[in-house]
Nanobody, 123 residues
Framework: QPQLVESGGDLVQPGGSLRLSCAASGFALDTHAVAWFRQAPGKERAFVAAINWSGAGTHYGDAVKGRFTVSRNNARDTAYLQMNNLKPEDTAVYYC????????????????WGQGTQVTVSS
């Protein structure tokens, strides 16, 4: 069955870096746009970044522009989120999601979701 699995979350100090991975199985990721969302305790799930099916188009939330980079390797059915200069306010559970529609800031078009990976930024 279709599945997305995130990995790479960890505890990191402010200013540090992490790379999250989102691996697809049971469906062809290269026909899907992929997005990353995050949810901090007590807050709604928020858009972080998205990439279109080919990788030629990307978009970022204002809070992460210039610090995060989304990419993908369709040959490996995997998408990535490189996070640099991490801040305590980046602490959240990070989810990847996939849709055959054009990518969106909203979570509603996304058909497939991962289980999430915890990122904690703290000294």
């Amino acid at each position: 069955q279709p599945q997305l699995v995130e990995s790479g979350g960890d505890l990191v100090q402010p200013g540090g870096s992490l790379r999250l991975s989102c691996a697809a199985s049971g469906f062809a990721l290269d026909t899907h746009a992929v997005a990353w969302f995050r949810q901090a305790p007590g807050k709604e799930r928020a858009f972080v970044a998205a990439i279109n099916w080919s990788g030629a188009g990307t978009h970022y939330g204002d809070a992460v522009k210039g610090r995060f980079t989304v990419s993908r390797n369709n040959a490996r059915d995997t998408a990535y989120l490189q996070m640099n200069n991490l801040k305590p306010e980046d602490t959240a559970v990070y989810y990847c999601a996939a849709t055959m529609d054009p990518y969106s800031y909203s979570h509603s078009p996304y058909d497939h979701w991962g289980q999430g990976t915890q990122v904690t930024v703290s000294s």
